[in-house]
């Protein structure tokens, strides 16, 4: 099966070399981009979809969720929104809620989620384990992300659960845990942060799951300055997430590795906390992604335009710059280059705007403008 999308009003590809064109066309051929170009130029198709001068874009890459949970945390963000500080150990209310919960539930609020990702224009999506804190939880949380994606990433390393001491959690991470949720994982990720994981800890859990065969990911300076950021560069780690707190040499490193910095504007909007300077990320030239860091605590949103508009809003990136950080950005934080961008050969993920531009996703924040996704 073969379709075309014509009329397009703008269409953004992400691609360098053409990187924003109009009057163009896209042929979609079994789940593939097979040509993208003038309509007067285009192969016959099956079908055709008239873009009717609406804006295309490529479907947004979420490289950074917590999905699989049960309970609520409406308390928690009620008393921080009344001036109460954000701090880590509100993950243990969910932790208790989702080791309660059946599978069932558990599946069936995972879904709805994707779903709603979905229709506002989400093609993939990462999602990390971290809220069951045993082996039998963690992987049973891994099995239920992966039905839905193959962005799966082992997070037992999230806090120490209570009841347990440091140093022994981090042998079961690095020992059963793993072994138990390593095939059903891609990622394995520490939460590198005050309340949670030291520079050290946090090594020895990403070493031990790089020689499981999982490839590394770092939560890192959420909250504070630490060594989360040089550590992710330094093991080569696809991605630091949040990067809320850099020194000089936090931000020199980045832009001299391959590590991306993938930036979480939901998580400081949902804490009151200060955003990250993405400009000055840019500007050095790190790599910069966008994504929702969808959870139950501190950024419970699914949608990537709200990350956008509040990241051109916030953080000084330009409609430009945020569109490419949450679509080919977020691609990069998970080592594709199957997504992302719209060119020959990749998946078939658009998402048609209803919407001449991909500005007004900045521009109109909080409306819908997701007329029709295409996903393979």
């Known amino acids: 099966m073969s379709l075309l999308i014509d009329n397009i009003g703008l269409l953004y590809t992400g691609d360098p070399e053409r990187e924003e064109l109009t009057g163009a066309a896209v042929v979609i051929q079994d789940e593939r981009i097979a040509w993208v170009g003038e309509p007067g130029k285009a192969p016959e198709t099956d079908e055709r979809h008239d873009a009717e001068g609406r804006a295309v874009i490529p479907g947004f890459v979420d490289s950074h969720a917590h999905l699989v949970f049960a309970g609520d945390r409406t308390a928690e963000f009620n008393a921080r929104m009344s001036g109460q500080s954000y701090t880590a150990g509100g993950i243990r209310t969910t932790v208790a809620a989702t080791r309660a919960a059946s599978e069932e539930a558990l599946g069936t609020r995972m879904r709805a989620l994707v779903e709603e990702m979905r229709a506002q224009g989400t093609t993939t999506v990462e999602i990390k384990s971290g809220y069951g804190l045993t082996v039998d939880d963690e992987a049973r949380a891994l099995r239920l992300a992966r039905q839905v994606t193959e962005e799966t990433t082992y997070l037992g390393a999230h806090v120490v659960p209570q009841g347990i001491e440091a140093d022994d959690y981090v042998r079961l991470v690095t020992g059963d845990m793993l072994a138990a949720c390593a095939p059903y994982a891609k990622w394995v990720d520490v939460f590198c942060e005050r309340g949670a994981f030291d520079g050290d800890q946090t090594r020895e859990i990403l070493t031990a799951g790089t020689k499981a065969g999982l490839l590394p990911r770092v939560h890192a300076n959420q909250l504070t300055q630490g060594p989360g950021v040089r550590i992710a560069v330094e093991l080569g780690a696809a991605s630091a997430d949040h990067c809320t707190h850099l020194s000089d040499a936090d931000v020199e490193a980045l832009a001299s590795s391959n590590t991306v910095a993938t930036l979480l504007p939901g998580a400081e909007f949902s ?52 569109i490419r950080a949450a679509t080919y950005g977020g691609a990069r934080a998970l080592r594709r280059d199957d997504i992302g961008m719209i060119r020959a050969g990749n998946r078939a993920d658009l998402v048609v705007l209803d919407a ?13 403008m997701i007329r029709r996704v295409f996903s393979s």
Not at 279 to 289: N, P, S
Not at 356 to 368: D, I, Q, T, W
């Open 271 to 322: 804490t009151r906390s200060p955003y990250p300077d993405a400009r000055r990320l840019i500007d050095a030239g790190a790599t910069v992604a966008i994504a929702t860091d969808c959870n139950p605590g501190s950024s419970f949103t699914s949608s990537m335009a709200f990350c956008i508009a509040l990241a051109v809003r916030e953080m000084r990136m330009t409609p430009l710059e945020a």
């Open 356 to 368: 001449p531009s991909y500005v007004h996703l900045a521009y109109r924040p909080g409306v819908p």
